[in-house]
């Protein structure tokens, strides 16, 4: 996957309305979203993150290394027999992200990162990097001896844009978190604890050297500030320390 820049933005929840409305026209909604319980349409997205003994990666975000990766394991909705997820690692460069990612089933996970067979598990129908992709993880689970450190869940509302197909705006809701997760619980809710109550995560995704004219615009218009957020990070605090959020 091509380098692609990110911004993230912390927004208040009652701003969600008119924001989704001043988007819309330049916006499609993506195709894997669904309706939920109050009709929107949205897709839950639960990720567990990776860290070795000494919380190498945790440390460089807070330090502010500008080179670093992290390693996630990532899920989506609720669980099914044949539920796929995602060994990723993503990679920050600077201002901008790379990921690596391969596909492998729910079921299987737990074997493949026991015994790293990973040629007879890993799904390489949608992606010819997939091996590659995964022998990287693997590369790096094994020489940190990574291990689970935090889930991550939350709702996230996913749009494209409908003239450039690769910009890609997402609002992230209710996001929760727990620590020291097992790899079986991924698709659980149990002892998730929220991280902003009054706040949602808008993201912006492209690949030019410069927002969009029309994202950049908006973001004026609504005072948005952009925010070096980690889910990853903040999720650890609230989880592991209790920590208290004003936001």
């Not at 839950?44 to 394991?73: A, F, H, P, W």
């Not at 899920?75 to 690596?100: A, C, D, F, T, W």
């Not at 952009?226 to 650890?236: E, F, L, P």
Request: glycine share 4%.
């Amino acid at each position: 996957m091509a380098l692609r820049y990110e911004q993230k933005y912390l927004v208040p929840n009652d701003r969600m309305p008119a924001l989704r409305q001043r988007l819309s026209p330049f916006l499609v909604m993506d195709g894997n979203t669904r309706n939920s319980r109050n009709g929107v349409r949205q897709y839950t997205v639960r990720s567990i993150y990776l860290d070795s003994y000494n919380m190498e990666c945790y440390t460089q975000k807070e330090s502010g290394i500008k080179l670093r990766r992290k390693l996630r394991i990532r899920g989506y909705n609720q669980l099914q027999p044949n539920s796929k997820v995602v060994l990723e690692i993503k990679r920050k460069i600077g201002g901008r992200i790379k990921k690596h990612r391969a596909l492998v089933l729910y079921k299987n996970l737990e074997q493949v990162i026991r015994f790293g067979n990973i040629e007879d598990h890993i799904l390489t129908d949608t992606n010819k990097d997939a091996l590659d992709d995964a022998r990287r993880f693997f590369f790096h689970l094994k020489k940190k001896n990574y291990t689970p450190s935090n889930l991550v869940v939350y709702e996230r509302e996913a749009f494209h844009g409908k003239l450039d197909n690769n910009v890609r705006i997402t609002f992230d809701k209710n996001i929760r978190s727990k620590t020291t997760p097992q790899y079986k619980e991924l698709y659980d809710e149990h002892g998730l604890k929220p991280l902003f109550k009054q706040h949602f995560v808008m993201e912006i995704k492209y690949f030019t050297n410069e927002m969009p004219g029309w994202a950049r615009s908006i973001v004026h218009e609504f005072g948005l500030r952009k925010d070096a957020i980690s889910k990853y990070t903040i999720g650890y605090d609230v989880a592991r320390y209790n920590k208290k959020l004003t936001y």
